[in-house]
């Protein structure tokens, strides 16, 4: 069955970079994209990046330049890398198949940023 | 960016009732491919988001009928039609055709 996980640091210093991984299983990284979502603890939702099925790649804007999404298809692991952590940076971060339409999230993975 | 207004921020209802969550997005959510990407969520308390609806009205695999979905361009509607106990959480509408894709802010229901 779909499945994918998510697993990084809970707690990373202000101004350090941020390595999370998404290790999915029950489907291929080549057919389906993988998107990241965060939510602020008591907060909505927010997308953050996309890596499709061909390999190209989407961001958002407003993170844009502090982020970078890669995928490893040997091991069905997509990687996210967030730099100059802030505290506004604290949340729950979700990877989901974005290739089907986000019908599969993982359980997600609290991240802390603090000192 | 689209902006996604979801109303109302809470809702209270009694099991057995019926329920509608609105979302009306800044600007068209057809794409060029014809194909209007609206996807509704559930997020249970404490756990990660579960998606019931698609391409604006198309139900998920072992999501109840009693979910709905309708709507068109930048108006969208989820109606339950009679609320059980499980329908507890927040609910999040979802656009997918334009970049970057925005959610809305959600609509917490409880049960009263």
């Known amino acids: 069955q779909v499945q994918l996980k998510e697993s990084g640091p809970g707690l990373v210093q202000p101004s350090r970079t941020l390595s999370l991984t998404c290790t999915v299983s029950g489907f291929s990284l080549t057919s389906y994209g993988v998107s990241w979502v965060r939510q602020p603890p008591g907060k909505g939702l927010e997308w953050i990046a996309a890596i499709w099925s061909g390999g190209s790649t989407d961001y958002n804007s407003a993170l844009k330049s502090r982020l970078s999404i890669s995928r490893d298809t040997s091991k069905s692991q997509v990687l996210l890398k967030m730099n100059s952590l802030q505290t506004e940076d604290t949340a729950m971060y979700f990877c989901?198949?974005?290739?089907?339409?986000?019908?599969?999230w993982g359980q997600g993975v609290m991240v802390t940023v603090s000192s | 960016d689209v902006v996604m207004t979801q109303t109302p921020v809470s809702l209270s209802v009694a099991i057995g009732q019926p329920a509608s969550i609105s979302c009306k997005s800044s600007?068209?959510?057809?794409?060029?491919?014809?194909?209007?990407?609206l996807n509704w969520l559930l997020q249970r308390p404490g756990q990660s988001p579960k998606r019931l609806i698609y391409?604006?009205?198309k139900l998920d695999s072992g999501i109840p009928d009693r979910f709905s979905g309708s709507g068109s361009e930048t108006d969208f509607t989820l109606k339950i039609s009679r609320v059980e106990a499980d329908d507890l959480g927040v609910y999040y509408c979802?656009?997918?055709?334009?970049?970057?894709?925005?959610f809305g802010s959600g609509t917490k229901l409880e049960i009263k």
């Open positions: 989901a198949r974005s290739g089907g339409g986000y019908d599969y």
């Open positions: 979802l656009q997918g055709t334009h970049f970057p894709l925005t």
């Open positions: 391409l604006v009205s």
């Open positions: 600007q068209s959510l057809v794409g060029t491919s014809g194909k209007t990407y």
